[in-house]
């Protein structure tokens, strides 16, 4: 982006623009990859579909489309979908009916100082952590799917659709062993909050000084102390995370009154 195309916004908000525009590049680019859906892939995919269906708070004609997306998915008795008829579903059906996902990326946090920094993984991380959040405030949101009663639930499916879809694979294979490591300990639906925030917050240290890192943009241990002051704590001289404190902001900054509407067309 230019400085022209520069997009002022506040970071201690979420904006609805990153997390449309996340959902149109994943269905509609990253998807696209994958001529037909089958086995583990379609596992990966309707999974990916039942958890944003259910607990993505998002503006109604994209959570209908969703909706749409899942009841499609669910009724079909096949074990392999054309991409094409997705692609289709989303596109045309969604437009007769008036329900339509934008078709075009328009990143406000997600902006980066130049067209290959942030954008479609730094909506990925947002949504996720949009789920994890929505699903400890809502824990029946998941009944009568396959998910149900399971507080790894979102994990799970995001580590399925990560190595399954995610078009870094290098980042796939971090995250799954990240995963491999320690998400099968998660006990409850807040846990599984506070695990998505600590383990983003090691690929930050890892990716800090990267090439993939923005300038304007630098990794760092999140939330910092302006955004989350009672966050933070110093014991014998070295920094520690009060993290119940961390578990309240969490659940607020990635809580649905917490998104804004502004840029999203
Ligand atoms: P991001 O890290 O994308 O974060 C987006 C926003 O989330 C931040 O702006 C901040 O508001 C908030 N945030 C930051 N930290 C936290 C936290 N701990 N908890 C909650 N919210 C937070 N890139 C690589 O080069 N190598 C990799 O191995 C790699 N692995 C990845 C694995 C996954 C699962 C994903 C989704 C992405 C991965 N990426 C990897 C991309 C990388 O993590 C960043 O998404 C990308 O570099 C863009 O960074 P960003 O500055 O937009 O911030």
């Not at 990153?18 to 596992?43: F, I």
């Not at 952590?129 to 799917?145: E, F, K, M, Y």
């Not at 900054?253 to 067309?265: G, M, Q, R």
Request: hydrophobic share 40%; with cysteine.
């Amino acid at each position: 982006a230019t400085m022209k195309d520069w997009k002022e916004f506040d970071r201690s908000k979420v904006y609805m623009a990153d997390l449309e525009s996340g959902l149109h590049y994943l269905l509609r680019v990253e998807l696209a990859s994958h001529h037909t859906l089958e086995g583990e892939e379609l596992v990966a995919f309707k999974d990916f579909v039942t958890v944003v269906a259910k607990l993505f708070p998002g503006r109604q004609p994209v959570v209908k489309l969703l909706e749409t997306l899942l009841e499609w998915l669910t009724s079909l008795p096949l074990e392999k979908i054309p991409y094409d008829a997705i692609l289709d579903l989303v596109n045309n059906k969604m437009r007769i009916s008036g329900l339509y996902l934008t078709d075009h990326v328009q990143w406000v946090s997600c902006q980066g100082s130049s067209m290959t920094l942030r954008g479609y993984p730094c909506s990925l991380w947002t949504l996720f952590h949009i789920l994890t959040a929505q699903a400890a405030q809502r824990p029946d949101a998941l009944a009568n799917t396959a998910l149900e009663d399971d507080p790894q639930a979102v994990l799970q499916t995001m580590r399925r659709y990560i190595t399954t879809f995610f078009g870094c694979q290098e980042c796939g294979k971090h995250f799954e062993a990240m995963a491999k490591e320690s998400m099968n300990s998660v006990k409850s639906l807040d846990e599984a909050v506070l695990w998505l925030w600590r383990k983003h917050n090691q690929v930050n240290s890892r990716l800090a000084g990267a090439m993939s890192e923005d300038p304007v943009f630098p990794k760092t241990q999140w939330p910092t102390p302006d955004l989350c002051p009672t966050c933070h704590e110093e014991q014998n001289g070295l920094h520690v995370w009060k993290e119940d404190m961390v578990q309240v902001f969490l659940k607020k900054h990635y809580s649905a009154a917490n998104i804004s509407p502004k840029y999203s067309s």
